[in-house]
């Protein structure tokens, strides 16, 4: 670990050549001070060019997270938000639950530059690299038990799709219960994690992960297709994509406060990609149910009309497919 890591990287985040001296300059310190921080940003499996003469470099240059640029972005509202900006961290989640637990407010926003064990639904990894995906937690707190947010995680999902919309990408839908889809393959994955009593009051740990710019390497360590904003066409900056995708957050969860899911319901089948679509449902058990999808239901269940009728199935460990 060293302290200098990240704020040498911010000045190599141009993607030009900085000599070993210019940053021990800069920062007073020596040059082997400065070796050290990169070995370490190495280890967070960040490329780092070394050339003799001329000093360190990126492979290109990368878009860092500045607080300013959120907070423009939120507009408004940003006195609400109690926003963090972290380096490194295990999984954004974990650490605001840990944090939600020992009282942090509500409303209160963790995002880093890297997580070293990012999480993903259905025990999935989210994998990590500086500069490839946005990644960060919104606490929001409930007076309602956890009993009344099976709604929420599709919710989420709106509120994703408002701020895509209005960030100009093109072609995104939603695919049961909350990825962000792309030409059939994942833009951005929500993973929500409560904590609280069944009947109050509740907290929800609402983490969200966007794809910026995924390198070949980590593309091959995703575990489904993934393409990102980059491949789209959409050069947003991290900074106007995090203050955007909060500012629709809070709409969404106010309104989800006041109304629950079924205020949100049309907007989110205006979006799901397989409304009225043949799939095919992965069961827990190893079995294959198809059938056609019909609707959703106020507390986020999918109709699913079958061979033996209208069934009802919850996410949890259930994957939807295409049935074609
Ligand atoms: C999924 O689609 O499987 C959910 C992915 C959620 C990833 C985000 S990244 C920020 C937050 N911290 C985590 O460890 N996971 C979520």
């Known amino acids: 670990m060293s302290a200098l890591t990240f704020p040498i990287l911010q000045v190599l985040s ?7 001296e210019d940053l021990a300059d800069r920062f007073a310190v020596t040059r082997a001070t400065v070796w050290n921080a990169i070995q370490h940003a190495e280890k967070l499996g960040v490329e780092v060019f070394s050339v003799r003469g001329r000093g360190y470099r990126l492979p290109q240059a990368i878009d860092m997270l500045d607080e300013q640029a959120v907070l423009t972005a939120i507009g408004e509202q940003r006195e609400w938000f109690n926003l963090q900006l972290l380096d490194e961290i ?15 407010p509500h409303v209160t926003c963790v995002a880093a530059h890297i997580q070293t064990s990012g999480k ?5 990894a989210w994998v990590s690299h500086l500069g490839a995906s946005l990644t960060f937690s919104l606490l929001w707190r409930f007076n309602c038990g956890a009993a009344a947010l099976s709604g929420l995680s599709l919710a989420v ?25 792309y ?17 109050g009051p509740s907290a929800a740990v609402i983490g969200v992960g966007v794809n910026l710019r995924l390198p070949e390497q980590v593309l091959k360590r995703i575990d489904q297709p993934a393409i990102d904003l980059a491949s789209i066409g959409v050069a947003v900056n ?5 203050g955007t995708l909060l500012r629709h957050l809070a709409d969404v969860l106010h309104a989800f406060e006041d109304d629950g899911f079924v205020a949100l319901r049309a907007e989110w089948l205006s979006y799901h990609v397989y409304h009225n679509r043949p799939v095919r449902m992965l069961m827990p058990d190893g079995r294959d149910v198809h059938g056609t999808v019909r609707d959703v239901a106020e507390d986020g269940i999918l109709l699913v009309e079958t061979a033996l009728g209208l069934q009802r199935f919850s996410a949890g460990e259930i994957s939807l497919r295409t049935g074609v």
């Not at 141009?14 to 070993?20: E, L, P």
């Not at 993903?120 to 999935?124: A, D, K, L, Q, T």
């Not at 991290?238 to 995090?242: A, S, Y």
């Open 14 to 20: 141009d993607g030009k050549f900085h000599s070993g």
């Open 90 to 104: 295990d999984s954004t989640n974990s650490y605001l639950m840990k944090q939600a637990a020992k009282g942090a």
């Open 120 to 124: 993903g639904r259905r025990g999935r």
């Open 157 to 181: 999902g709106v509120a994703l799709m408002r701020a895509f919309q209005q960030l100009g990408v093109p072609g995104v839908c939603l695919k049961w219960p909350n990825d962000v889809l």
């Open 183 to 199: 030409d059939n393959r994942k833009l951005a994955g929500i993973l929500i994690e409560l904590q609280g009593d069944m009947d």
């Open 238 to 242: 991290q900074g106007e994509l995090l």
